[in-house]
């Protein structure tokens, strides 16, 4: 049975007192081999094979070892340079979209490259050849009828290429060869001439050692150089770089050969993906130090520090012994602290609507192409992989991109700029990046959302930058090419492997894009056209509003607009206007000159009238150039609002948070936040536990328009006895605007124990949960506990049974169980007797399983926490003691409110009622109910073994029913107070110390 395998890693930490270390170890190719050339006909007359529609899933193995450190690693907050809304510059819509095609292959691997006439696609495994304006040449046929080294090979991973120097295709694909006597392979062919259709191929088949998985090619002056992510398992001193003699492949010689290197110093967490600088443009640089880069996680083991590592291939195809790859560069300076591993390396990650199985966020790769562009003054290098924006609050896929330059041809490569896209709550993924011969780059991805809400299915957008925009923004609002139609359809969860944006070399500024979309059970690679570098030699247009922004407005207000010259030609005395809430427009003439392709502010002289408190206004910005030949992007609308000069209020309570040994002093912290429009300081603020007294005191200090600050109360808070605490903190500043906004409320905890420190990387316990009006879809693994108690949902208990909902990402053999407690008696003790479920079998991966349960006919009515516990019970940790902490599995806690239906209109009052129990110290306690019943009610205590202690009668006293307790003279012990009529009430457990 395969298992998880706990490792224990001693890592040494060492600090890098330089951006860019430079290393001495160099080795030269581990191995050497060549191949012949065998050709095929024209595909114009060849026998093209049928594509295969048949449901096929391809390669689904070298996945390698989780090599995570769990807790190791930075960042441990959000991603410090998270884009956090999209850009504003409007764009045109797609040129040309088509699709490229129409598969069940799992997963499909998209790729395609545009040439000087025609588009090659080819996906698992087959491929067909378009022209550029999107009409079929070639239709879908297997790689096999390319003929000659692919005749019946079609084991996948394709990869289409385009040599602009040479006005040459190359497709790749490896062999598995599973089975046959013949070993792995990389297969090649190569266009005899510029057209695909018509001038034949030549192919090739490279023998290996081992087989070349993911393999990407890449384009240096002495080579073709292949990426592959080999031997994952061992990597050190494997080959897995591979170079090509691109000079005899092109002219069909016999006896190319092949060379392969490892990469010294590589670490990785099992699937890896570096990638080689590829060159796109008619210019190659020159001869040798051909890069290879790759990211290091300093969540992996053996990396302490995350960067960017580059390693030297220089070839000798003279003495190609002689050959050598080196490492050269680890580039930390500018490289801002990422999290690019999600959920210990596995290849189900990121949830989707619909439910089914989360798909694969294609980490560990430099995602395809890794463009290098040669400019007149530096080198450039584009690249992204994926990242966790938020690891510590739960999965939120963003991309990491970069843009790094070199300043002339052997200077050392540094970050220009790096941005991570994620600009909301969807994930993004899947990226290929490029940038044009003007320094522009886009960036094409993938999108999916699993909030009901706004669900988005898999989906294919783009945005991009231009070259003059401020560093690390894409600037341009993001379009799209396709939006999906349904989820990924299978239960591998495997998505792409990869999307492939190329770049034509015809203008060297349109990017075509290929990814993959779901239409039902089939798997679309959709090919989508799109530029937005100039190409009308007289464009303008506003781009965003600089000011005013929402604050405390006047009737005097400077209205500031942003202008992008879009054309080729400079532009000047054109007018520029303005408008109010559809009103009259103000027009006047920008006198300046506005250079192609760049941006300036204008304020006009006439002020606006925005002085109405709370009034949000809509203000429509334009240009009005006569000989402007696209209209579509003159006009903007931008949203102000006349915020009020006094509104602010608690927006979240930061401490304490649930524990197993909170204090009778515990701090409350919270966090203020200014919602007006002038700054305000001096702000009361207050809390209040339970219904105990409030707790008032004063903020001091200042905070700004649209900003906020954290406060602790000098005044502690008692949360000794075990229990769950409701807390509100408030604002009461006078004259506030807005009361509303005010308040936050949550609850804590103090439990009787917490099991943290189980290992849940390998997908072990529970990561959805669905219960009543309660749904937990995206649950991360943190420490194996985590604290949801702060939400609540309502339990009748005259309905008799309930169904709760749960999914894990670990299940063999029937090993994978889980146990369900609800705190019936309130004493933060989860009791055998109150264990609802126990050891049920979650039976597979990813799937949502409903388990029914039900409530003792006497359980109390109000909220009781609930814990929740699953995980691998063939190993250590007895998985029904709610304390124990398991080796693999996860805890996590809720609350439930217990309710009947069937009580009446009285009843229903006091339900609705909290009863608490207050100590005051010296054995003296206080019982509060709040409630708007106001007849007279009973209150009794009674002790553990059922002896009634007090009896006596109890009344409102406008408020709330109060009554003081003198246990000064009780035993120490757990004692139950109990508060109502005859036939219903609440009951509260307090313990006499």
Same mark, same amino acid.
């Given at each position: 049975m395969m298992k998880k395998i706990l490792v224990l890693f001693v890592f040494s930490f060492v600090f890098h007192l330089n951006s860019i270390a430079q290393t001495n170890e160099v080795t030269g190719p581990a191995f050497i081999d060549s191949a012949n050339v065998v050709k095929s006909i024209a595909l114009s007359k060849a026998r093209l094979i049928p594509s295969d529609k048949k449901p096929k899933l391809y390669n689904p193995r070298n996945r390698g070892i989780n090599r995570v450190v769990p807790g190791k690693g930075l960042p441990k907050t959000i991603n410090p340079l998270l884009q956090t809304k999209m850009?504003?510059?409007?764009?045109?819509?797609?040129?040309?979209?088509?699709?490229?095609?129409?598969?069940?292959?799992?997963?499909?691997?998209?790729?395609? #490259?545009?040439?000087?006439?025609?588009?090659?696609?080819?996906?698992? *495994?087959?491929?067909?050849?378009?022209?550029?304006?999107?009409?079929?040449?070639?239709?879908?046929?297997?790689?096999?009828?390319?003929?000659?080294?692919?005749?019946?090979?079609?084991?996948?991973?394709?990869?289409?290429f385009y040599d602009e120097p040479a006005d040459r295709f190359i497709l790749m694909q490896f062999s598995v060869n599973e089975g046959s006597s013949s070993p792995p392979a990389l297969l090649f062919a190569v266009s005899q001439g510029s057209d695909p259709v018509n001038d034949g191929w030549y192919t090739y088949r490279f023998n290996l050692e081992s087989l070349p998985d993911y393999p990407k090619i890449s384009l240096w002056n002495g080579g073709y150089y292949i990426t +592959?992510?080999?031997?994952a398992l061992a990597p050190q001193g494997q080959e897995i770089v591979y170079v090509l003699e691109r000079d005899k492949m092109l002219q069909g010689e016999d006896d190319v050969r092949i060379l392969g290197?490892?990469?010294?110093?590589?670490?990785?967490?099992?699937?890896?993906?570096?990638?080689?600088?590829?060159?796109?443009?008619?210019?190659?640089?020159?001869?040798?130090?051909?890069?290879?880069?790759?990211?290091?996680?300093?969540?992996?083991?053996?990396?302490?520090?995350?960067?960017?590592?580059?390693?030297?291939?220089?070839?000798?195809? @003279?003495?190609?012994?002689?050959?050598?790859?080196?490492? *050269?560069?680890?580039? +930390?300076?500018?490289?801002?602290?990422?999290?690019?591993?999600?959920?210990?390396?596995?290849?189900?990650?990121?949830?989707?609507?619909?439910?089914?199985?989360?798909?694969?966020?294609?980490?560990?790769?430099?995602?395809?192409?890794?463009?290098?562009?040669?400019?007149?003054?530096?080198?450039?290098?584009?690249?992204?992989?994926?990242?966790?924006? %938020?690891?510590?609050?739960?999965?939120?896929?963003?991309?990491?991109?970069?843009?790094?330059?070199?300043?002339?041809?052997?200077?050392?490569?540094?970050?220009?700029?790096?941005?991570?896209?994620?600009? @909301?709550? *969807?994930?993004?993924?899947s990226g290929s990046i490029g940038i044009d011969i003007r320094g522009n780059i886009g960036l094409g991805f993938t999108v999916v959302n699993d909030d009901v809400r706004e669900p988005v299915f898999p989906s294919?957008?783009?945005?991009?930058?231009?070259?003059?925009?401020?560093?690390?923004?894409?600037?341009?609002?993001?379009?799209?090419?396709?939006?999906?139609?349904?989820?990924?359809?299978?239960?591998?969860?495997?998505?792409?492997?990869?999307?492939?944006?190329?770049?034509?070399?015809?203008d060297g500024i349109t990017f075509w894009h290929n990814g993959e979309f779901?239409?039902?059970?089939?798997?679309?690679?959709?090919?989508?056209?799109?530029?937005?570098?100039?190409?009308?030699p007289n464009d303008i247009g506003a781009i965003s509003l600089e000011s005013p922004e929402s604050s405390t407005l006047t009737a005097n207000e400077q209205i500031t607009v942003r202008l992008r010259n879009f054309g080729l030609n400079p532009q000047s005395d054109f007018e520029v206007s303005y408008s109010i809430n559809g009103g009259a427009e103000v027009t006047e003439v920008f006198t300046d000159i506005l250079e192609p392709e760049s941006f300036a502010n204008f304020t006009f002289t006439e002020p606006a009238d925005l002085s109405e408190i709370?009034?949000?206004?809509?203000?429509?910005? *334009?240009?009005?150039?006569?000989?402007? &030949?696209?209209?579509?992007?003159?006009?903007?609308?931008?949203?102000?609002?006349?915020?009020?000069?006094?509104?602010?209020?608690?927006?979240?309570?930061?401490?304490p948070v649930t524990s197993e040994e909170l204090t009778a002093g515990e701090q409350i912290t919270v966090t203020i936040e200014n919602f007006g429009g002038e700054p305000q300081q001096d702000i009361p603020v207050s809390y209040q536990v339970g219904n105990n007294a409030p707790i008032i005191e004063t903020f001091e200090g200042a905070i700004g328009v649209?900003?906020?600050?954290?406060?602790?109360?000098?005044?502690?808070?008692?949360?000794?006895?075990?229990?769950?605490?409701?807390?509100?903190?408030?604002?009461?500043?006078?004259?506030?605007? %807005?009361?509303?906004?005010?308040?936050?409320?949550?609850?804590?905890?103090?439990? @009787?124990?917490i099991p943290n420190g189980s290992d849940c990387t390998a997908g072990d316990g529970i990561f959805y949960f669905e219960l009543g009006e309660f749904l937990n879809e995206r649950i991360p693994c943190t420490t194996g506990y985590i604290d949801f108690s702060e939400g609540s949902t309502d339990l009748d208990r005259s309905q008799g049974e309930f169904t709760v909902t749960v999914k894990t990402n670990f299940a063999e053999d029937d090993v994978e169980r889980f146990s369900m407690w609800i705190d019936l008696n309130d004493n933060a003790v989860f009791e055998s007797s109150e264990r609802l479920i126990t050891s049920e079998v979650i039976p597979e991966v990813n799937t949502e399983f409903s388990y029914d349960f039900s409530l003792p006919e006497d359980a109390k009515?109000?909220?009781?926490?609930?814990?929740?516990?699953?995980?691998?019970?063939?190993? &250590?940790?007895?998985?029904?003691?709610?304390?124990?902490?398991?080796?693999?599995?996860?805890?996590?806690?809720?609350?439930?409110?217990?309710?009947?239906?069937?009580?009446?209109?009285?009843?229903?009052?006091?339900?609705? #009622?909290?009863?608490?129990?207050?100590?005051?110290?010296?054995?003296?306690?206080?019982?509060?109910?709040?409630?708007?019943?106001?007849?007279?009610?009973?209150?009794?205590?009674?002790?553990?073994?059922?002896?009634?202690?007090?009896?006596n009668q109890i009344v409102n006293d406008g408020d709330a029913y109060v009554y003081e307790l003198d246990m000064s003279y009780a035993a120490r012990g757990v004692y139950l107070l109990r508060v109502g009529t005859r036939d219903f009430g609440k009951v509260q457990r307090f313990i006499v110390k």
């Open positions: 850009g504003e510059i409007q764009v045109k819509s797609p040129e040309l979209t088509f699709d490229g095609a129409i598969t069940r292959a799992t997963p499909s691997d998209p790729t395609g #490259a545009v040439g000087r006439d025609h588009y090659v696609n080819a996906w698992n *495994s087959e491929f067909a050849i378009w022209d550029k304006a999107g009409n079929v040449l070639v239709p879908g046929s297997s790689l096999a009828s390319i003929g000659g080294t692919f005749t019946n090979e079609t084991d996948g991973d394709p990869i289409v +592959t992510n080999k031997d290197f490892p990469l010294p110093g590589i670490r990785n967490n099992g699937f890896y993906s570096p990638a080689g600088f590829s060159s796109v443009g008619a210019e190659l640089p020159p001869p040798g130090n051909a890069p290879i880069i790759y990211l290091q996680d300093d969540e992996w083991a053996g990396v302490n520090q995350d960067h960017l590592k580059i390693w030297h291939i220089n070839v000798n195809w @003279d003495a190609v012994a002689s050959s050598t790859i080196a490492e *050269s560069q680890e580039i +930390t300076s500018g490289v801002s602290p990422f999290t690019a591993t999600f959920d210990g390396g596995s290849f189900q990650n990121l949830p989707q609507p619909g439910g089914g199985v989360d798909i694969d966020a294609l980490q560990g790769a430099m995602m395809y192409m890794t463009q290098y562009r040669r400019f007149d003054d530096h080198n450039s290098v584009v690249m992204n992989f994926v990242v966790d924006v %938020e690891p510590t609050a739960g999965k939120h896929a963003g991309i990491r991109w970069y843009e790094l330059r070199q300043q002339a041809d052997g200077q050392p490569w540094t970050v220009y700029q790096e941005g991570t896209y994620a600009p @909301d709550a *969807s994930d993004r993924f294919i957008r783009y945005t991009g930058r231009f070259s003059n925009d401020p560093l690390g923004i894409m600037s341009i609002d993001e379009q799209s090419i396709v939006e999906g139609e349904s989820p990924q359809p299978r239960p591998e969860g495997r998505y792409g492997d990869y999307a492939h944006l190329s770049i034509d070399p015809v779901f239409r039902g059970q089939d798997r679309v690679n959709k090919v989508g056209v799109f530029s937005f570098s100039a190409t009308e709370g009034e949000n206004y809509t203000i429509t910005l *334009s240009t009005n150039l006569e000989i402007d &030949s696209n209209n579509s992007n003159d006009a903007i609308e931008a949203q102000v609002r006349n915020l009020p000069p006094r509104d602010v209020g608690v927006t979240s309570i930061d401490s649209g900003e906020f600050e954290v406060f602790t109360f000098d005044q502690t808070a008692n949360f000794a006895n075990p229990g769950r605490y409701p807390i509100e903190a408030r604002t009461i500043l006078e004259d506030d605007f %807005e009361p509303s906004n005010d308040a936050e409320t949550t609850s804590i905890s103090n439990l @009787d124990c009515l109000g909220q009781h926490l609930l814990r929740i516990r699953a995980g691998d019970t063939s190993f &250590s940790g007895d998985l029904n003691d709610p304390c124990s902490v398991m080796a693999y599995g996860t805890t996590h806690d809720y609350s439930v409110n217990i309710i009947d239906s069937t009580l009446d209109a009285e009843d229903f009052i006091l339900n609705e #009622a909290e009863l608490v129990v207050v100590s005051s110290g010296n054995s003296q306690y206080r019982a509060i109910m709040e409630t708007s019943f106001d007849e007279p009610l009973r209150i009794t205590v009674h002790n553990v073994l059922g002896q009634k202690m007090i009896e």
